[in-house]
């Protein structure tokens, strides 16, 4: 079976592809959409990739790609906890604020705001692909003095030296992955356990009717189903175009989430199922 992440090797979700498909054949791509379009396209059986973090929330473009441009569902969540590093190449560790410039993810520069504020102030920050990527870069331009921010295996995969370590704003810093395929792929990670499940679902409300939202809501309230998150994503069709991500904390049933499915089709809402599945915490 073959794995894809985003890549290069030792990102944050390398880090968990190792850990979910311990002994299958892992393959880096270079974006988001690419991972999606890998298994779409049949070149991988299932991905994996960012969807949500701690403190940056959600990732647009999985979110946004998922609904606009691709049919593949959710076949299991994992949650982890990011520790962000400052890499320098070695022969700069001594001299680290001397750094000209800052590469990585925006999301993970975005975590460290209070760092590079205080410590590099005034250096420019440059995004990348990944944070995996940024340390790439350094290892291949070592006459460049810059840095870049990412985890603890990208240096040993890279060769880099750690100048500041857990350099995140908080430390209760956590990335959620989803896997994606469009197989009934068997999960049996190494060293974690199923913590619950959940289903995914997108509700797109009728037009300019009053209380929809509240109506939507109430179809899972008197099921007593619980609710982890609700977001809502523009339609891209204008604005004040909406739809809504919405968490259910079940897996699906014969009769509870299709019964408020029905519910909300009655009251005129569109309603698609992005999957229900697993969910994993805690990868250390």
């Known amino acids: 079976m073959k794995v894809a992440f985003l890549g290069p090797r030792a990102t944050f979700t390398d880090l968990v592809t190792r850990e979910m498909f311990p002994h299958e054949e892992r393959i ?48 299991a969540e994992v949650t982890t906890p990011v520790k962000q590093h400052l890499l320098v190449h070695p022969s700069v560790k001594e001299r680290w604020q ?14 460290c705001h209070k760092f590079l504020h205080g410590s590099l102030k005034g250096v ?29 295996l990208a ?8 100048a500041k370590d857990n350099i995140h704003d908080y430390d209760f810093n956590h990335t959620r992955f989803i896997v994606l395929s469009k197989k009934n792929i068997p999960l ?26 509240h109506q939507v809501l109430s179809a899972f309230a008197w099921r ?9 994503r523009p339609m891209k069709t204008g604005l004040g175009n909406y739809f809504f991500i919405i968490d259910i904390e079940e897996k699906m049933d014969e009769v509870l989430i299709p019964g408020a499915i029905a ?5 005129g809402c569109s309603v698609s199922v992005l999957g229900s599945y697993p969910y994993f915490h805690e990868i250390r």
């Open 28 to 75: 880096p791509y270079a974006t988001i959409p690419d991972c999606l379009d890998a298994v779409m396209e049949e070149e991988v059986d299932v991905t994996v990739v960012p969807l949500e973090n701690t403190l940056e929330g959600s990732v647009n473009i999985t979110l946004d790609y998922l609904i606009h441009e691709i049919n593949l569902p959710i076949i």
């Open 224 to 232: 007593k189903l619980n609710l982890s998150k609700i977001e809502s």
């Open 155 to 162: 240096a040993k995969e890279y060769g880099l030296a750690i």
């Open 124 to 152: 420019p920050c440059e995004n990348a692909t990944s944070t995996a990527a940024a340390a790439k870069y350094i290892i291949e331009h070592p006459d460049e003095t810059v840095a870049a921010i990412a985890n603890q």
């Open 188 to 213: 049996q990670p190494s060293t974690i356990e199923v913590k619950g499940y959940k289903t995914t679902v997108m509700v797109t409300l009728p037009t300019d009717r009053s209380g929809a939202l």
């Open 98 to 111: 001397e750094v000209t410039k800052v590469l990585s993810h925006p999301h993970a520069i975005a975590q």
């Open 263 to 267: 519910e909300l089709e009655a009251l």
